[in-house]
């Protein structure tokens, strides 16, 4: 499994319509381990995590950073 671009808007857009409180760069960072862990085998978002996806679609930094520890982990497995 290799990450794409589609894959991310996928996943972007899964989370689109859900309210989502906003949550600022340190606590994404805080909680982005745990979403990659469960992460569903089609990048599905795991349901409580809706805040750290909206960040994803808000920050490019954070989005970059994610980007890279998604790719390490499917490099890992
Ligand atoms: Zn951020």
């Known amino acids: 499994m290799s990450f794409s671009r ?25 909680r982005v381990a745990g979403y990659l862990e469960r992460l569903g085998p089609e990048g599905t978002p795991p349901p ?3 805040d750290v996806v909206h960040h994803l679609q808000i920050c490019p930094e954070c989005l970059e950073e994610f980007r890279v520890l998604y790719q390490a ?3 890992e497995s």
Do not use: N, P, S, W
Request: glycine fraction near 4%; charged fraction near 35%; include cysteine.
């Open 6 to 30: 589609a894959d991310l808007q996928k996943l972007l857009e899964l989370v689109a319509m859900t309210e989502a409180k906003e949550i600022d760069c340190d606590e994404f960072l805080h």
């Open 73 to 75: 982990l499917c490099e």
């Open 48 to 50: 409580g995590y809706e």
